[in-house]
């Protein structure tokens, strides 16, 4: 699968400087689908969305939903989207690419948040 604008979140750290600099590459690569007017995904692990491996994943985790909520208010007017595909431990890459290109290539879903997996059900999101 092409991974053209989608950006998969690599595990980090507690250091500032890492979460700041895997937040930039981020950045970088939403800015570029953006300037060229094309849709992207972050893809996130689920743990760091409830802060079970670290402080650092966790921010960048809740900084990408942040930013994808964010971007798809500007996408939605200029015709592209911005989504999250959050996924649990284990689960099968082939999935994950699956959900990461329907969601990089609707045009009607912006702004989601999409959990593969069950790691979140039952559990309380803050």
């Known amino acids: 699968m092409s991974r053209k604008h989608t950006f998969r979140a690599d595990e980090v750290g507690d250091r500032w400087e890492d979460v700041s600099a895997e937040l930039d590459r981020a950045f970088q690569m939403s800015r ?69 290109k329907l969601m990089r290539d609707s045009h009607g879903v912006t702004g989601q948040l999409i959990q593969i997996g069950p790691g979140h059900v039952g559990k309380a999101l803050s």
């Open 32 to 100: 570029a689908a953006a300037l060229a007017g094309e849709s992207f995904v972050y893809v996130v692990h689920s743990d760091d969305l409830f802060g079970r491996r670290g402080p650092g994943g966790a921010m960048i985790a809740a900084g990408l939903v942040s930013a994808a909520r964010t971007a798809a208010s500007e996408g939605s007017r200029l015709g592209w989207t911005a989504n999250v595909i959050a996924y649990d431990e284990g689960t099968d890459e082939a999935e994950i690419d699956r959900w990461t």
